[in-house]
T-cell receptor, first 113, second 116 residues
């Protein structure tokens, strides 16, 4: 079946690294995504990784993919107050002629001073 | 280069009325997706359209909901005879027509629908 799981809350101290974890079930997924949603706003595509990659780094963001365990993580280095948001893990499911994204329920990241 | 444009940003309807939500994809994108986000939840896929065609509507409720993406103009998500449970944020996303499915989707800011 199609399911994406992630923990609901994460609290980190400003300046520390944040690691948000996600597991997914569909082995046929092609892309795995991290989206950021601030209160009352839409979804911002932060980064994505193709399923044949293990790691992707983009400035403060590092994505790790363990395809064997179907585990995806997002590491945010030097976490700042502006990083407070809900982070959604998502996978694309490719059918015979369609493509849709399955989202996790989101991890709410809060930053302590 | 404008992103995905949705309007209105906020829509208030009374029970039994119709709601029309509009989405203009990014320039050069011909694939449109609609998602619904209930309060405190993630996004749930509703429907995937290409120009003039519905490709996958497996997430659409069977009644009262319809979607279209005409040759000219924006994609429309239409909800007839709205009920309280339709209150949610509705997001549109688009992706380019390139070979290989699963291209990253870019989202609009959503329409927040409130039913009185």
């Amino acid at each position: 079946g199609e399911d994406v799981e992630q923990s609901l809350f994460l609290s980190v101290r400003e300046g520390d690294s944040s690691v948000i974890n996600c597991t997914y079930t569909d082995s046929s997924s092609t892309y795995l995504y991290w989206y950021k949603q601030e209160p009352g706003a839409g979804l911002q595509l932060l980064t994505y990784i193709f399923s044949n990659m293990d790691m992707k780094q983009d400035q403060r963001l590092t994505v790790l993919l363990n395809k064997k365990d179907k585990h995806l993580s997002l590491r945010i280095a030097d976490t700042q107050t502006g990083d407070s948001a809900i982070y959604f893990c998502a996978e694309s499911i490719v059918g015979s002629s369609a493509s849709k994204i399955i989202f996790g329920s989101g991890t709410r990241l809060s930053i302590r001073p | 280069n404008a992103g995905v444009m949705q309007n209105p940003r906020h829509l208030v309807r009374r029970r039994g009325q119709e709601a029309r939500l509009r989405c203009s994809p990014m320039k050069g994108h011909s694939h449109v997706y609609w998602y619904r986000q209930l309060p405190e939840e993630g996004l749930k896929f509703m429907v995937y359209l290409q120009k003039e065609n519905i490709i996958d509507e497996s997430g659409m409720p069977k009644e009262r909901f319809s979607a279209e993406f005409p040759k000219e103009g924006p994609s429309i998500l239409r909800i007839q005879q709205v009920v309280r449970g339709d209150s949610a944020a509705y997001f549109c996303a688009s992706s380019p027509e390139v070979e290989g499915l699963g291209q990253p989707q870019h989202f609009g800011d959503g329409t927040r629908l409130s039913i009185l």
